[in-house]
């Protein structure tokens, strides 16, 4: 009953650091996502991938990476961090996105990552 | 642009009362609605999905309706106990394939 896993929970990186934010989803969900919270802003569409092998930008793109060789794994790469990257991670998935629409989202528990 | 407001940001009532949380959208052009809960530190929960040819969607205790042609979309939550403390926020798909735009959420709590 995993669905959604993110690891790690926490991170401190110091700036210029890289570092790999991964997700993992147990449902066979073609759609996956990533979200940043930030207090006043609310939630920001980083980069969403519609299946293996297809990815995409949102809002806010700029300083991330990611790829998606499998259906299961989203792994989100911050090649070097900078303090305006610190931030709540979230990790997002659905069964079948369809034009103009995600489906249902499944959040995963986040990762709270902080760059001093 | 579509834009999603959240009004009020904060509510605070005694447990036991209905209470209505309103989600307002500027882009009628929707799919779909969702509902979502968010409790301290934690990821977000889907309470309910509700798409643009229905007009209710109701779980257990919860109720959400959704009025395209005005923007809005309330979620009703009837009996309200403690657990019920949560920030709830509504979002909608902003147009391109993939994003889902939120609004900014708001914070209720249930007093014993």
């Known amino acids: 009953n995993a669905g959604v896993t993110q690891t790690p929970k926490f991170q401190v990186l110091k700036t210029g650091q890289s570092m790999t934010l991964q997700c993992a989803q147990d449902?066979?969900?073609?759609?996956m996502s990533w979200y940043r919270q930030d207090p006043g802003m609310g939630l920001r569409l980083i980069h969403y991938?519609?299946?293996?092998?297809?990815?995409d930008q949102g809002e806010v793109p700029n300083g991330y990476n990611v790829s998606r060789s499998t259906t299961e794994d989203f792994p989100l790469r911050l090649l070097s961090a900078a303090p305006s990257q610190t931030s709540v991670y979230f990790c997002?998935?659905?069964?079948?996105?369809?034009?103009?629409?995600?489906?249902?989202?499944?959040f995963g528990e986040g990762s709270r990552l902080t760059v001093l | 642009k579509q834009e999603v407001t959240q009004i009020p940001a904060a509510l605070s009532v005694p447990e036991g009362e209905n209470l209505v949380l309103n989600c307002s959208f500027t882009?009628?052009?929707?799919?779909?609605l969702q509902w979502f809960r968010q409790d301290p530190g934690k990821g977000l929960t889907s309470l309910l999905l509700?798409?643009?040819?229905?007009r209710e969607q109701t779980s257990g205790r919860l109720n959400a309706s959704l009025d395209k042609s005005s923007g809005r979309s309330t979620l009703y939550i009837a009996a309200s106990q403690p657990g019920d403390s949560a920030t709830y926020l509504c979002?909608?798909?902003?147009?391109?394939?993939?994003?889902?735009?939120f609004g900014k959420g708001t914070k209720l709590s249930v007093k014993p």
């Open positions: 997002a998935s659905s069964y079948s996105p369809y034009r103009g629409s995600t489906g249902e989202l499944f």
């Open positions: 449902m066979n969900h073609e759609y």
């Open positions: 991938s519609v299946g293996a092998g297809i990815t």
């Open positions: 882009d009628s052009a929707i799919y779909n």
């Open positions: 509700i798409q643009s040819s229905q």
């Open positions: 979002a909608v798909p902003g147009g391109s394939q993939g994003n889902l735009i």
